[in-house]
């Protein structure tokens, strides 16, 4: 389902696998793996699901599950226009960089705890 380079960044979903969708119209829930085609997932990249790099589909990204990954990073506006996102966001506790901004639109109720060391401090940040 997804594409990962050789240092584990995810960079965006498959196109193979859309396409095996067949639809036009698609709800996807992200359940971000530990590891892609035998090599550990340890981020996910810059713009990695954003719907417009997928033109030719409506892409409705509608939950996203970290559970299974320890990803160390996410890159700037990995999420940049995943309108449909919702709910409680639980980011892993390998967490230690988040690139300016998850790009999580729109502003709605969702709120994502962070699970950090003591360097980058501890709370709950709203958006």
């Not at 584990?8 to 359940?31: A, D, F, R």
């Amino acid at each position: 389902m997804f594409v990962c380079d050789k240092n584990g960044i995810i960079t965006g979903v498959n196109p193979e696998y859309l396409q095996s969708l067949g639809t036009q119209e698609l709800k996807i829930s992200l359940t971000i793996p530990s590891s892609v085609n035998g090599t550990k997932v340890t981020g996910i990249g810059p713009n990695a699901f954003m719907p417009a790099y997928y033109p030719q589909y409506v892409i409705n990204f509608v939950s996203l599950d970290f559970s299974k990954a320890a990803i160390t990073s996410i890159g700037n506006n990995a999420f940049l226009g995943c309108t449909g996102l919702t709910g409680t966001l639980r980011l892993p506790a390998t967490l230690t960089s988040v690139v300016k901004t998850l790009s999580l639109t729109p502003v709605s109720p969702m709120f994502i705890f962070l699970r950090v060391n003591a360097a980058m401090g501890r709370g709950l940040l709203e958006i």
